[in-house]
């Protein structure tokens, strides 16, 4: 695995922001301007461009609010993005199973798709050795049909078993990207900027183009901890609904906003999603 790309003393190396707006969690008795609707997520899509954010991560629901993987759901949310927004965000759907869906189905529906950008949990896709080889598959599928995969990794540990499949040949991709998750789904989970540290320890495989992501309160800390040591950020109301003040977040856009203003305050750059797809294709 690479290294860390190191900070560019100029502060113009550009951190991407994507904004994750929904999950497939909450819903508007969490927050009423939780997107859930095609026409939400589209609006949502382009206030958080205008805010700073070069990438949505897309959950979409079913006619109870419920959690979703349907390719026609995900083809119609991702056409109004694109009215909304046209090419200036990177949209990349979920194939989070939620308890939901196995693995083959959450393979099934990104085949079905074919979306600019997918991301995949490691812990879902792969949960024991027996579905390493359709995982491979998929992965190289992916690769075939230029579809950007983002590896979601719940622990350092889980850093380690993807280096270890990639070593065995398994990931056909030059370093593929990562999102490191600082914490859980859980209810009152607060992360903190030092959860990102066992990320980024020594021991630990390094990935060359990684993000971070955090629940809670100091969602922004973490976030800007993150691209000070060289990553890139996610923010939004599927991990936290509030400010850095502890007030609750009018919207995605703000906290969006937010990370923007922090990255900057620091000399860094907010990159554009064209900027976030040449750093991706360098991957593969």
């Known amino acids: 695995m690479a290294t860390h790309d190191p900070i560019d003393p100029n502060g113009t190396l550009p951190v991407a922001i994507a904004v994750a707006p929904n999950g497939g969690r909450r819903t508007k008795a969490d927050h009423p301007a939780l997107p859930l609707t095609q026409e939400e997520i589209a609006a949502t899509a382009s206030a958080c461009l205008d805010a700073g954010a070069c990438m949505i991560h897309v959950h979409v629901r079913d006619r109870s609010g419920g959690h979703l993987l349907n390719a026609d759901a995900y083809r119609t949310a991702i056409a109004a993005i694109r009215a909304a927004v046209g090419e200036r965000m990177v ?163 703000a906290l969006v906003a937010g990370a923007q203003a922090a990255i900057g305050t620091c000399g860094l750059l907010a990159a554009t999603a064209n900027e976030l797809r040449a750093a991706w294709n360098r991957t593969a």
């Not at 995969?149 to 850093?159: C, D, N, V």
């Not at 990931?171 to 789904?185: I, Q």
């Not at 060289?230 to 400010?243: D, S």
């Open 91 to 253: 949209v990349q759907i979920t194939s989070e199973a939620l308890g939901i869906y196995r693995s083959d189905e959450q393979m099934a529906v990104v085949r079905d798709v074919r979306p600019e950008a997918v991301s995949l949990a490691l812990r879902e896709l792969v949960p024991d050795a027996s579905h390493e080889s359709s995982f491979a598959g998929f992965l190289a599928w992916l690769r075939t049909e230029r579809v950007i995969p983002q590896i979601i990794l719940y622990s350092p540990e889980e850093a380690v078993k993807l280096a270890a499949l990639k070593a065995r040949g398994l990931v056909p991709f030059e370093d593929v990207p990562v999102l490191y998750v600082l914490g859980r789904y859980t209810a009152r989970q607060r992360s903190t900027p030092a959860d990102l540290l066992p990320f980024l320890a020594a021991e630990i495989p390094r990935f060359a183009h990684w993000s971070v992501c955090a629940f809670g309160v100091r969602e922004n800390a973490c976030v800007t901890a993150g691209a000070l040591l060289g990553g890139h950020v996610r923010v939004g109301f599927e991990n936290n609904l509030l400010l850095p003040d502890g007030s609750i977040a009018p919207d995605n856009a």
